[in-house]
């Protein structure tokens, strides 16, 4: 079992920046792949960035890509993204996921665990 609790989202204005964390608690953390997705009010929930156990591996949503970076730290349990250069259109909650499997993150809508969200919006 793996609880996922996310923090750092806030109100920024375009341009800006802001990092967000999650914290894992529960064994095995570094054998996940974690993620992050989001989800704008009135829109479906979407994939933003993915990274693999090792922190090898990274995938990202275009929109996001050159602006997002998602990295982990194995011995603190912890994913984090980074968001620089936001945009209005950035403006969701984001939620942090963990899944066993790598393969096809950004293609998939089901993960193994879910944290709560945190909310981000960019003014303009």
């Known amino acids: 079992q793996v609880q996922l609790v996310e923090s750092g989202g806030g109100l920024v204005q375009a341009g800006g920046s802001l990092r967000l964390s999650c914290a894992a608690s529960g064994r095995s953390f570094g054998a996940y792949a974690m993620g992050w997705s989001r989800q704008a009010p009135g829109k479906e929930r979407e994939f933003v960035a993915a990274?693999?156990?090792?922190?090898?591996?990274?995938d990202y949503a275009d929109s996001v890509k050159g602006r997002f970076t998602i990295s982990r730290d194995n011995a603190k349990n912890t994913v984090y993204l980074q968001m620089d250069n936001l945009k209005p259109e950035d403006t969701a909650d984001y939620y942090c996921n963990a899944d066993r499997y790598y393969t096809n993150y950004a293609m998939r809508k089901t993960y193994d665990y879910w944290g709560q969200g945190t909310q981000v919006t960019v003014s303009s």
């Open positions: 990274i693999t156990w090792s922190g090898a591996g990274r």
